[in-house]
Structure formats: structure tokens, C-alpha cells
């Protein structure tokens, strides 16, 4: 099976800046669409962000536009989470998920649309 690898968490003050990596164990993420999600303790996970697999289409939660970039690096097999303005409501654990192939607009942001996700990597924002 296919595993993500999620990396660049840390314990980072409100209005800081951090760069999440997400990179899969086999293949490229040229054919993959590749989503953020994130879950706080005692809460359900929710989507942050994703990217499209032929065009790169993005789309974001409204909690995080204007503030959360995802971009991907086919050369280096990689996809970004560029989170700026961070605050303690971001705190949370952050997933890569991917899925082979194109998703329909409407399921981007549904957890149950991918299939390969990875360990997660802590982001933690607090004063």
C-alpha cells in the first residue's frame, strides 16, 4: 500500500509561519490529488486544503483562505502546506491524503475520497 509522510510541524506563536511536506512512499504525485486535513483532540477532522492531480486546481476551508497555500513540486515529488498568520484555533494534528486520478469537485474535501494517508505531524500554536 501506498503511505504519505507527513513533515514541518512544530510549536510555533500566533502570527507565525510553517511549511508542511507531504511526499508518498511509492510512485509520484503527478496522477495524485492531495488534501490537508486536521483533527484537534476531542474533535472530528476536518478538511484544510487540497490540490487536484492534473491542473492543480486548489481549494481551501474558509477557515484557512487567505492564510494556507498548497502547492506541489512534481520534480521533487512533494506537496506544500505554506501556513502564515497562524492561530491557536490552527492547533491540531495535519494529514496528507492522497487518492490516484482526479477528484469531482465535490468530494475534495471528504475525508472517505482518499485513500492513502500518513501518520500525521503536529502543529501546535499558542503564546
Known amino acids: 500500500q501506498v503511505q504519505m509522510v507527513e513533515s514541518g510541524g512544530g510549536l510555533v506563536q500566533p502570527g507565525d509561519s510553517l511549511r508542511l511536506s507531504c511526499a508518498a512512499s511509492?510512485?509520484?504525485?503527478?496522477?495524485?490529488?492531495v488534501g490537508w486535513f486536521r483533527q484537534a483532540p476531542g474533535k472530528e477532522r476536518e478538511f484544510v486544503a487540497a490540490i487536484s492531480g492534473i491542473g492543480g486546481s486548489t481549494f481551501y476551508a474558509d477557515s484557512v483562505k487567505g492564510r494556507f497555500t498548497i502547492s506541489r513540486d512534481n520534480a521533487k515529488n512533494t506537496v506544500f502546506l505554506q501556513m502564515n498568520s497562524l492561530k491557536p484555533e490552527d492547533t491540531a494534528v495535519y494529514y496528507c491524503?492522497?487518492?490516484?486520478?482526479?477528484?469531482?469537485?465535490?468530494?475534495?474535501?471528504?475525508?472517505?475520497?482518499?485513500?492513502?494517508w500518513g501518520q500525521g505531524t503536529q502543529v501546535t500554536v499558542s503564546s
Open positions: 511509492q510512485g509520484t504525485f503527478s496522477s495524485y490529488s
Open positions: 491524503a492522497g487518492r490516484g486520478g482526479n477528484l469531482i469537485v465535490m468530494m475534495v474535501s471528504r475525508s472517505q475520497a482518499y485513500e492513502y
